[in-house]
């Protein structure tokens, strides 16, 4: 395999070689996680997992749009496992912030898909404000010892390590006093309690961390760095994200066409005009953020940067208040009913709620506003009153 | 219709800004709206010389043979710079409204001095309630013999009053169909309306017995592909109208010092600034995506005309009416020019049809879509 990938490839012979490979070892489908456990190991060992990565750490070097071949012949037969060099965010935050040892210990199974995995980021008194983060890391011989309360973090229960942002100097400026960590989640230190959501769903949870330890090897990037190693892993996260929020989950099928359209001539109302007005505005928001999309990916390929690609998440929290308004509309007293038996205000309801998941989550609105008016209209920041001073003097709610 | 390759639409879109820059500046714009005729007949020259006029039309009637593509292009640099002319009038509603009826003897007569400018043409659609169907038409159309005769009334007629050529359209014994009408006839008479919007000329016109002269065959269908086509255009002006808006209040916001920053530093004007940028970029798909639909004959041309027509509209009003308040004292006055984009995007709404006409027309596509 290693002389194979020293000859120059081309998109044809790459082409070849996958679906050689993919005709020998894919088995159709997966039955059981047996069965997924094993297909993962062999993309890996075959270096399909990452093929534009380094050679070093089981890729190939290969271009882009070379990876995007791969894709293409795993998409084509149902398979699975490819282009993590594009989505697997915690292998792509440790490949390029991590040390050696961390790596070699972690780069593979996180590949095969062995290593569970969270965030630990947002904390009660940082959120917006993610910099202002007061969990504590502190070095005791060769491992750092933290104490503090993260949020909205995903998969805890399940999760073998947690990427950390901890603060390990507090006589420096906010951004500058962080580091970053992969924190063993296993340890008696760690506790984690199921969130609530306005939706009645607990997809998040609270961690609670108390003296728990994390080996110094663990430590992406240099100490008081770690703001940085968080910027990298947060543009890998947004890459990932930025396609889109959840339906209705209520499962009722509701028609052929335009979903609207579908809800409105069930429930008898298509004619009315002051609703067709509104259906028009949402189904025309969401076609204009399509269209938006896809003005801003031909941008990209011309080389030319595009204003677009920042206003995709903004323009997706407008879509799901306002679909979520509309089927409100179209149900009326209808909505104030919920449960299994009545699906469409399940639905209504729900998209209402769980719109702040997008308007909220992943930055709210009003920040985005600011990176949109600061990154892209070039209109100046908001003087910061914390930005230069050492964090043990900021001010906290 | 033809299209040109990318790189002739880019230096066609690039030789009309550059002519609009120089000639159709905010003080031309002012004194030219200020005059009886409403456009500078040098620039309207300069514009047919260079191949803006005759845009669409045919090259075998002395045209650029161009399509929706280069006309949305265009339209956005005169959006963008208020520009005052019959171009919209005569180079896209009439030039498009005879090249659909496909009228030969009319099209080899008329489109080529409507192509090199020296005829300002327009088309008479609708009644004095200023509706965009069929049932709106309050011009009827009588057989005289082999001619016609027309009678009734006809409003809201774009640069009515300097137009050398009408085409009506009139309800005549075999429907809807257009008729060639000599405004300096007898039995027509022109009256000028005042504007809201200073830029644009419209007209009333009542026809009392008139001669006309009928093109092409009965039927609505060309009207409504002419007038989708002159909504293609008219999408495009709104969203360069809109970019050039926020444009140039953004630019302010960053200059403009109050409690000792930038108000653009201000969250109140950045957050306004960022969904304006929304409005704006999101018009600009719309219209150019209507563009290429149309050029292409797309299944979903219709719905995708739609959707610009009422996106652009609003968007259009919505970028002026925010960047008034956003500029404050300033875009009060009459010299400030926030106030003469603010009444283009007023007609621009109201022309071939208002936002909630077209939602309508949306609607009903994505029903017929789907059953």
């Known amino acids: ?45 075959a270096r399909w997992a990452v093929p534009r990565w380094p050679t070093e750490w089981l890729g190939r070097d290969l271009s882009d749009a070379q990876g995007r071949i791969v894709e293409r012949e795993f998409a ?10 594009r989505t697997n965010l915690w292998a792509n935050t440790l490949l390029a912030r991590g040390t050696h040892a961390l790596k070699e210990k972690l780069i593979a199974p996180l590949l095969r898909g062995e290593v569970g995995m969270c965030l630990l980021y947002s904390e009660p008194g940082a959120g917006s404000d993610l910099a202002g983060i007061r969990t504590r890391a502190d070095r005791k011989g060769d491992h750092f010892v933290v104490n503090g309360q993260k949020v909205w973090t995903s998969y805890a229960a399940s999760a073998d390590y947690g990427m950390l942002i901890a603060r390990t100097d507090w006589d420096v400026p906010k951004h500058r006093g962080i580091s970053f960590f992969f924190l063993p989640m296993k340890q008696p230190g760690v506790e984690v309690r199921p969130l609530r959501q306005i939706t009645g769903e607990s997809q998040f949870n609270e961690v609670f961390i108390t003296d728990a330890i994390c080996p110094a090897e663990n430590l992406l990037g240099e100490l008081g760095e770690g703001w940085g190693v ?37 429930a008898g109302v298509l004619s009315d005009p002051l609703i067709r007005q509104e259906i028009a505005k949402v189904v025309g928001l969401k076609r204009l953020n399509a269209l938006n999309t896809a003005r801003a990916k031909a941008d990209l390929k011309q ?95 | ?81 208020l520009l005052c002319s ?28 409507i192509a090199d400018g020296s005829l300002i043409a327009t088309a008479a659609l609708t009644g004095p309630k200023g ?21 009734g009334e006809a409003s809201f007629v774009t640069h009515g009053q300097i137009a050398g050529l009408l085409l009506v359209v009139a309800e005549g014994p075999d429907g809807i169909g257009v008729f060639e009408v000599d405004p300096a006839s007898a039995g027509v008479s022109i009256t000028p309306l005042p504007t809201f919007d200073h830029t644009l000329r419209l007209a009333r016109i009542e026809f009392q017995g008139a001669a006309g002269r009928r093109i092409g065959a009965p039927g609505w269908a060309p009207v409504e592909a002419a007038l989708d086509l002159a909504r293609v255009a008219l999408a495009g002006e709104q969203a360069g109208g809109a970019r050039r808006v926020l444009e140039f209040t953004v630019g302010y916001a960053k200059t403009r010092i109050q409690f000792g920053r930038a108000i653009g530093s201000y969250q109140a004007i950045k957050h306004m600034a960022a969904d304006l940028l929304l409005e704006s970029e999101s018009a600009t798909s719309a219209a150019r995506h209507a563009a290429v639909q149309l050029a292409a004959g797309a299944p979903d041309a219709k719905a995708a005309i739609e959707l610009a027509a009422f996106a652009c509209a609003d968007a259009f009003v919505k970028v002026c009416a925010d960047a008034i308040q956003m500029h404050g004292g300033i875009a009060f006055t009459w010299n400030h020019p926030a106030h003469l984009y603010l009444r283009r995007a007023r007609a621009d709404a109201q022309l071939f049809g208002a936002p909630d006409f077209h939602r309508e027309r949306f609607v009903a596509e994505l029903e017929a879509a789907h059953g």
């Open chain 1, 1 to 45: 395999m290693a002389d194979d990938a020293a000859l120059p490839v081309t998109d044809e012979s790459l082409r070849q070689e996958v679906r050689a490979w993919l005709a020998a070892n894919w088995p159709g489908e997966l039955h059981s996680e047996a069965d997924r456990q094993g297909w993962m190991a062999k993309v890996v060992e």
């Open chain 2, 131 to 151: 509706g965009w169907r069929p049932k709106d038409v309050a011009v009827r159309a009588s057989a005289d013999g082999a001619a016609w005769r027309l009678d």
């Open chain 1, 230 to 266: 968080l910027q990298t892993a947060l543009a890998y996260e947004r890459s990932v994200m930025g396609e889109g929020a959840r339906g209705p989950r209520s499962g009722v099928p509701e028609g052929e066409g335009e979903p609207l359209v579908a809800l409105a001539r069930e």
């Open chain 1, 303 to 397: 080389g030319t940067s595009s204003a677009l690609m920042s206003l995709g998440k903004l323009a997706m929290s407008r879509i799901l208040h306002e679909e979520a308004r509309v089927r409100t509309l179209i149900l009326g007293a209808g909505s104030l009913l919920e449960g299994p038996d009545f699906p469409r205000a399940e639905d209504a309801n729900f998209l209402t709620l769980n719109a702040y998941f997008t308007s909220i989550g992943g930055g709210t609105d009003q920040i985005q506003r600011n990176i949109i008016g600061e990154r892209v209209l070039g209109l100046p920041k908001e003087p910061e009153v914390d930005r230069d001073i050492p964090f043990r003097e900021v001010r906290t709610s």
């Open chain 2, 1 to 81: 219709m033809g299209t040109l390759t990318a790189q002739e639409r880019l230096a066609f879109q690039d030789s009309v800004r550059r002519l609009l820059a120089d000639r159709s500046a905010e003080a031309d714009v002012r004194r030219t709206m200020e005059t009886p005729s409403g456009y500078a007949a040098e620039l309207w020259a300069a514009l047919a010389d260079i191949g803006a006029v005759g845009l669409i039309v045919d090259p075998e009637h002395g045209g650029a043979g161009a399509g929706p593509l280069e006309l949305e292009a265009v339209m956005e640099e005169v959006g963008a710079t």
């Open chain 2, 86 to 113: 019959p171009l919209l009038s005569s180079g896209v509603l009439a030039a498009g409204l005879l090249q659909t009826l496909g009228d030969a003897e009319a099209n080899a007569r008329l489109l080529p001095r």
């Open chain 1, 76 to 85: 084509a037969v149902g398979a699975p496992g490819t282009g993590q060099d």
